[in-house]
T-cell receptor, first 116, second 115 residues
Framework: NAGVMQNPRHLVRRRGQEARLRCSPMKGHSHVYWYRQLPEEGLKFMVYLQKENIIDESGMPKERFSAEFPKEGPSILRIQQVVRGDSAAYFC??????????????FGPGTRLLVL | AQKVTQAQTEISVVEKEDVTLDCVYETRDTTYYLFWYKQPPSGELVFLIRRNSFDEQNEISGRYSWNFQKSTSSFNFTITASQVVDSAVYFCALSEAIPYDKVIFGPGTSLSVIP
C-alpha cells in the first residue's frame, strides 16, 4: 500500500508566478489535510478537505491560496502570484473515514517551495 | 484553545545517553489524541505514536518510551541509549476530534546526538 504521495518534491517559482502542489492520499483515505512549515518553525494547519468538499479552511491565507480535492484525481493546493514569504515546506496528510479504526493522519514527504 | 508547548528548542547529547523530550499540552476537550512525529534531516515526517486521552498507560517501543500524565497535561518522550540516527526534530502534536479536526503541532525540539 503506497503512502501519501506529493509532487513535485521541490518547486522553484519566481515572484508573481503560480505554484500548484499535488497530493495523492493513501488508498482508501478520503480525508486530506494541508500543512505549511515555514523555515525553522513547526507545522501549521491550513485546510481540511473531503472529496469535493472543503471542511475547514481556517488556516488558509485569505488571498492567493486555494485548495481542492476533486472526485477524481489528487488534491491540489494552488498559490497564485507567489511571494518570497510563501517559501516553505508544504505537507499533505491523509486519513481514512471516521470509524475505520485507523484515525492517524499519515504525512507525505512534502513539497519544498522556493520563491525567488 | 488548543496549544502544544515544547520548551526545549535544542538538545545535544552524547551517543548512548538517555534523553527526554518534554511536551505539555492544553485542551478543554475530554477526548483528544496526542502524537509524536520525527522529522530527520531529509525532511519527511515520520509517525511515532498516537495516544488517546483515555489511555494513560505508558508505552515502550524498543529504545523509545512515552510517559502520558493527564494530571500535568504532559506527554514526554524518552530515547534510551541514543544513537546518531536519532538526530532529528521531534514534534509533539494534539488533535481533539480525529478525523474532523486539525492537528496542532508544537514548535519542535531539535535533537543532536554526538558520536
Amino acid at each position: 500500500n503506497a503512502g501519501v504521495m506529493q509532487n513535485p518534491r521541490h518547486l522553484v517559482r519566481r515572484r508573481g508566478q503560480e505554484a500548484r502542489l499535488r497530493c495523492s492520499p493513501m488508498k482508501g483515505h478520503s480525508h486530506v489535510y494541508w500543512y505549511r512549515q515555514l523555515p525553522e518553525e513547526g507545522l501549521k494547519f491550513m485546510v481540511y478537505l473531503q472529496k469535493e468538499n472543503i471542511i475547514d479552511e481556517s488556516g488558509m491565507p485569505k488571498e492567493r491560496f486555494s485548495a481542492e480535492f476533486p472526485k477524481e484525481g489528487p488534491s491540489i493546493l494552488r498559490i497564485q502570484q507567489v511571494v518570497r514569504g510563501d517559501s516553505a515546506a508544504y505537507f499533505c496528510a491523509s486519513s481514512p473515514p471516521l470509524a475505520a479504526g485507523e484515525e492517524t493522519q499519515y504525512f507525505g514527504p512534502g513539497t519544498r517551495l522556493l520563491v525567488l | 484553545a488548543q496549544k502544544v508547548t515544547q520548551a526545549q528548542t535544542e538538545i545535544s547529547v552524547v551517543e548512548k545517553e538517555d534523553v527526554t523530550l518534554d511536551c505539555v499540552y492544553e485542551t478543554r476537550d475530554t477526548t483528544y489524541y496526542l502524537f509524536w512525529y520525527k522529522q530527520p534531516p531529509s525532511g519527511e515526517l515520520v509517525f511515532l505514536i498516537r495516544r488517546n486521552s483515555f489511555d494513560e498507560q505508558n508505552e515502550i517501543s524498543g529504545r523509545y518510551s512515552w510517559n502520558f500524565q493527564k494530571s500535568t497535561s504532559s506527554f514526554n518522550f524518552t530515547i534510551t541509549a541514543s544513537q546518531v540516527v536519532d538526530s532529528a526534530v521531534y514534534f509533539c502534536a494534539l488533535s481533539e476530534a480525529i478525523p474532523y479536526d486539525k492537528v496542532i503541532f508544537g514548535p519542535g525540539t531539535s535533537l543532536s546526538v554526538i558520536p
